[in-house]
T-cell receptor
Framework: DAGVIQSPRHEVTEMGQEVTLRCKPI?????LFWYRQTMMRGLELLIY????????DSGMPEDRFSAKMPNASFSTLKIQPSEPRDSAVYFC?????????????FGPGTRLTVT | AQKITQTQPGMFVQEKEAVTLDCTYD???????LFWYKQPSSGEMIFLIY??????QNATEGRYSLNFQKARKSANLVISASQLGDSAMYFC???????????FGAGTILRVKS
């Protein structure tokens, strides 16, 4: 079975540009999570969806960040406009159930560099 | 609020020896899960092992075992017979049953020496 798929794997962009990260969760998983990993702050949960509905976006740092999940097999995380401090690895993860103790399966991550 | 503490920034272990990576947690939730993930230098996050707060026995997955001491709020990862490929960053994480967030510790870098 395919795991969580993320694209692109690497993104280099200039400050002020729009960046869109994409995620395809594991088929049948109904919970999707976006994380950001930096050296300074470690792994942080940005936003979480259950059944395509955003449940908790308290980790989204600013209004420049937005996330959507138009259907069960696709989600996007958008940064507009991007800033150098957004440089990080962004992970998407999925799990089969939100209220339960199932493990989350992570995608390979997108390494974002904003110059 | 939930909190995970990993006090060992880095660890060395000789190949074929066992190593314990420490993890303590804090939560007021009666039901929760504890997880360990491995992040090799390539960057992906690999799920290793899971322990539920009501599980009576310590979890095991191959060479990985979780030493769960509920009263002490610790969930240490034990890797037996270390291999060079075990060199990686290891994260402890927890999630409450009725919460949505997977809270991660700061991680421990493990280096296996030949």
């Amino acid at each position: 079975d395919a795991g969580v798929i993320q694209s692109p794997r690497h993104e280099v962009t200039e400050m002020g540009q729009e960046v869109t990260l994409r995620c395809k969760p594991i088929s049948g998983h109904n919970s999707l999570f976006w994380y950001r990993q930096t050296m300074m702050r470690g792994l942080e949960l940005l936003i979480y969806f259950n059944n395509n509905v955003p449940i908790d976006d308290s980790g989204m740092p600013e209004d420049r960040f937005s996330a959507k999940m138009p259907n069960a097999s696709f989600s996007t995380l958008k940064i507009q406009p991007s800033e150098p401090r957004d440089s990080a690895v962004y992970f998407c993860a999925s799990s089969p159930w939100d209220r339960g103790l199932y493990e989350q399966y992570f995608g390979p991550g997108t390494r974002l560099t904003v110059t | 609020a939930q909190k995970i503490t990993q006090t060992q920034p880095g660890m060395f272990v000789q190949e074929k020896e066992a190593v314990t990576l420490d993890c303590t947690y804090d939560t007021s939730d009666p039901s929760y899960g504890l997880f360990w993930y491995k992040q090799p230098s390539s960057g992906e996050m690999i799920f290793l092992i899971y322990q539920g707060s009501y599980d009576q026995q310590n979890a095991t997955e191959g060479r990985y075992s979780l030493n769960f001491q509920k009263a002490r709020k610790s969930a240490n990862l034990v890797i037996s017979a270390s291999q060079l490929g075990d060199s990686a960053m290891y994260f402890c994480a927890m999630r409450a049953e009725y919460g949505n967030k997977l809270v991660f510790g700061a991680g421990t870098i493990l280096r296996v020496k030949s």
